[in-house]
Nanobody, 125 residues
Framework: QVQLVESGGGLVQAGGSLRLSCAAS????????MGWFRQAPGKEREFVAA????????YYADSVKGRFTISRDNAKNTVDLQMNSLKPEDTAVYYC??????????????????WGQGTQVTVSS
């Protein structure tokens, strides 16, 4: 059974940093592209970042480019999201997601088949 468990969320002031981590189990981690999405109250879930199976290729939403960095450690079965220069508009529940085996990293939530439970990030102004 595939499990994705996020951690690292919390409350931070604008301009601060947080590092989210997602621990995966139940499948051969290096076979799967991974993504981070977020959902703010009253809004649809949106793409944040994605990383290819081996970590060579990364993709970012324009709103976080230059501030967020996605990375993965296939030996530890984890994917992280380093978030710097946080803004109040980054406040949301953040989810990690796993794509089907050998699929490319994607901007679209419908291309991911497993999701974590989410972790809350709140940025105060």
């Amino acid at each position: 059974q595939v499990q994705l468990v996020e951690s690292g969320g919390g409350l931070v002031q604008a301009g601060g940093s947080l590092r989210l981590s997602c621990a995966a189990s139940g499948r051969t981690f290096s076979n799967y592209a991974m993504g981070w999405f977020r959902q703010a109250p009253g809004k649809e879930r949106e793409f944040v970042a994605a990383i290819s199976r081996k970590g060579h290729d990364t993709y970012y939403a324009d709103s976080v480019k230059g501030r967020f960095t996605i990375s993965r450690d296939n030996a530890k079965n984890t994917v992280d999201l380093q978030m710097n220069s946080l803004k109040p508009e980054d406040t949301a529940v953040y989810y990690c997601a796993s794509a089907p085996a050998y699929y490319s990293a994607s901007y679209y939530s419908s291309d991911y088949d497993y999701w974590g439970q989410g972790t809350q990030v709140t940025v105060s102004s």
